[in-house]
C-alpha cells in the first residue's frame, strides 16, 4: 500500500488557494467532465482543461455566502452522532 502524503497548498495572488490532490472517478463522470470542458471553451474561445472544468464546476455550485467556521466550531451534526458502545 503506498504512503499517503497530504498535498501541497499555495496560496494565490487573487486571494485564493491552490490543493492538488488525487481523485478516483468512474469513466462516465470523466466523459461529464470533459462536456463540461468543451462547453465552458466555446464560452471562453479558448481550451479548457479538464481541472479547469471541476474548478468552475465546484464554484458554481456552492452557495454565495459560504466562509470558513473558526477552529473549533464543528456542525451540529457531527456533535450529535451517537456514540459508539464500548468506546471512550
Given at each position: 500500500m503506498s504512503e499517503r502524503v497530504t498535498p501541497?497548498?499555495?496560496a494565490l495572488?487573487?486571494?485564493?488557494?491552490?490543493?492538488s490532490l488525487v481523485v478516483r472517478l468512474p469513466w462516465e463522470d470523466v466523459a461529464r467532465l470533459g462536456q463540461e470542458a468543451g462547453r465552458?471553451?466555446?464560452?471562453?474561445?479558448?481550451?479548457?482543461t479538464?481541472?479547469?472544468?471541476v474548478?468552475?464546476?465546484l464554484r458554481s455550485?456552492?452557495?454565495?455566502?459560504?466562509?470558513a467556521k473558526p477552529a473549533g466550531e464543528q456542525p451540529a451534526a457531527v456533535s450529535t452522532l451517537p456514540r459508539i458502545s464500548g468506546s471512550a
Open positions: 501541497p497548498m499555495h495572488p487573487d486571494g485564493e488557494a491552490e490543493l465552458l471553451a466555446g464560452q471562453m474561445q479558448r481550451p479548457v479538464l481541472d479547469e472544468a474548478s468552475y464546476r455550485t456552492r452557495p454565495s455566502a459560504t466562509h
